[in-house]
């Protein structure tokens, strides 16, 4: 695997060097637009609507777009905004694993400790575990800030981003507020038939048929001599940062425990200050 992303955990006083790994890869056979007559590539062409001419995409800015106006934005218009450009991974809050509502699960990414002792990152891992609390985080990646949870996946981290909420739409469905009536032998015959399919679920018994077919089908083609003379390469940008060292972990532990009791103290700043960073987090 390649890391796409460096940079450290940090909840209290706590630092714990990461690196971040795409937890998930697309096998679907890659399929690409071409002449039928000769198999020649089709490519796209930018044009410009209002002069007709072929632009490049350095020329190209951005626009906001209503309904009676459209506002233009250079590249220094957005290289102007606080983008936030940090390398940690902030941990805004620990909530019961069950808040996490399933449908605002985004893309999921691997944790892999980067300094010379993982004592820090098992010691979060364990911590989660058995407290069965999943971290919301806020971290920055490709220049957006992005809300995540944190969890942990047998020995390994996992950091998956979250939907914003006003991202999730909300079911509205007249139908469903309707009364329906179910019968006693109606629920006992549907709950018998989920018995019979009763299983533990194996994802490894499953298969994509179609893109299996869809190999099968190419390979066919390749036995067959029904190819063309034509080949096209692509090459993928590295990423990468370098991130920080554990420091004094029992001692940050500590720090951490008696900052946050004397903020609670005082008021209970640090329960509000964590929630203002974070923004919405939670569908309704």
Request: hydrophobic residues 35%.
């Amino acid at each position: 695997m390649r890391t796409i992303w460096k940079g450290a955990l940090t909840f209290g006083l706590v630092n714990v060097p990461v690196k971040v790994y795409s937890a998930t890869e697309d096998h679907d056979v890659p399929l690409h637009q071409v002449h039928e007559k000769d198999g020649g590539r089709i490519r796209y062409q930018r044009t410009c609507e209002v002069c007709g001419e072929t632009v490049a995409y350095a020329d190209i800015d951005r626009a906001y777009v209503d309904e009676e106006q459209t506002v233009v934005l250079t590249k220094d218009d957005l290289a102007s905004l606080p983008a936030e450009k940090s390398r940690e991974i902030d941990v805004v809050e620990f909530v019961p694993s069950d808040q996490v509502d399933l449908l605002t699960l985004d893309k999921p990414y691997y944790l892999e400790p980067d300094s010379k002792s993982p004592k820090a990152y098992v010691l979060l891992r364990k911590t989660l575990e058995q407290t069965d609390r999943t971290a919301i985080v806020r971290f920055t990646l490709r220049q957006k800030t992005r809300l995540a949870a944190l969890r942990v996946r047998g020995k390994v981290l996992v950091l998956q981003t979250l939907l914003w909420a006003d991202e999730v739409r909300e079911a509205e469905f007249p139908v469903l507020d309707e009364d329906v009536k179910i019968s006693k032998k109606e629920l006992e015959l549907s709950s018998s038939l989920v018995d019979s399919y009763s299983s533990d679920f194996d994802p490894e018994e499953f298969v994509d048929e179609y893109q299996k077919e869809l190999r099968t089908l190419i390979d066919a083609k390749i036995e067959a001599g029904d190819t063309f003379d034509a080949s096209e390469t692509f090459a993928e940008a590295d990423a990468g940062a370098e991130g920080g060292e554990v420091i004094d972990l029992m001692e940050a532990l500590r720090a951490s425990v008696a900052r946050s009791k004397e903020a609670r103290s005082a008021g209970g700043a640090s329960d509000e200050e964590p929630k203002k960073r974070a923004g919405k987090k939670k569908a309704g």
